[in-house]
Nanobody, 116 residues
């Protein structure tokens, strides 16, 4: 069973930066697509960024140029570097894991709050 543990959330001022980390266990990590999603209060969970097993990245338009997703297969870890944060980035951020043709697993989430 895949387990995902996120860390790195917190409170930051607008314009600041945070780096989220997600450590995966119970997985052949290098074969998985990893991602970050976020959910603001009263809204649906939305894609932030994904990175494939081959390193191909995909970003939501709202974070392009500000956020960077990266993975370290040796550490079973995926990162989300978030720069130039604004109030609209406030949400719970969830790590995701998916094998090709498999179901998606989720972490417990980490809160990111941006004060304006």
């Amino acid at each position: 069973q895949v387990q995902l543990v996120e860390s790195g959330g917190g409170l930051v001022q607008a314009g600041g930066s945070l780096r989220l980390s997600c450590v995966a266990s119970g997985t052949i990590f290098s074969r998985s697509t990893m991602g970050w999603y976020r959910q603001a209060p009263g809204k649906q969970r939305d894609l932030v960024a994904t990175i494939s097993s081959g390193g191909t990245t995909n970003y939501a338009d709202s974070v392009k140029g500000r956020f960077t997703i990266a993975r370290d297969n040796a550490k079973n870890t995926v990162y989300l570097q978030m720069n130039s944060l604004n109030a609209e980035d406030t949400a719970v951020y969830y790590c995701s894991h998916k094998y090709p043709l498999g179901s998606t697993s989720w972490g417990q989430g980490t809160q990111v709050t941006v004060s304006s």
